[in-house]
Nanobody, 123 residues
Framework: VQLQASGGGLVQAGGSLRLSCAAS????????MGWFRQAPGKEREFVAA????????SYADAVKGRFTISRDNAKNTVYLQMNSLNAEDTAVYYC?????????????????WGQGTLVTVSS
């Protein structure tokens, strides 16, 4: 599976962005998908994840209620809608695919990674 993240950019605090992650390969619909982010000087951290059929989602406490993960298996794409952005959300955002059927926040358990897209929130 190859992943291509897009949709990052510069946004003012309080604004919104929607990230997309397009996947190649016919097995996309069987993978759980996750979004992670890494700010300068910090470790990569979990943001959100979604099961293969979209039936279950998981969020980091820092984004709960502001971010929404979703997927469209017909388009081989997973999305991250980000609202009420603040400066602490500034980071490179990565999408990742996991062959397991349950969700995990551990980046080491993901099998494939996209290249990342930069989100900068100005205060």
């Amino acid at each position: 599976v190859q992943l291509q993240a897009s949709g990052g950019g510069l946004v003012q605090a309080g604004g919104s962005l929607r990230l997309s992650c397009a996947a190649s390969g016919r097995t996309f619909s069987s993978y759980a998908m996750g979004w992670f982010r890494q700010a300068p000087g910090k470790e990569r951290e979990f943001v959100a994840a979604i099961t293969w059929n979209g039936g279950t989602t998981s969020y980091a406490d820092a984004v709960k209620g502001r971010f929404t993960i979703s997927r469209d298996n017909a388009k081989n794409t997973v999305y991250l809608q980000m609202n009420s952005l603040n400066a602490e959300d500034t980071a490179v955002y990565y999408c990742a695919a996991d062959r397991r059927t349950w969700l995990t926040a551990n980046p080491r358990e993901y099998d494939y990674w996209g290249q990342g897209t930069l989100v900068t929130v100005s205060s």
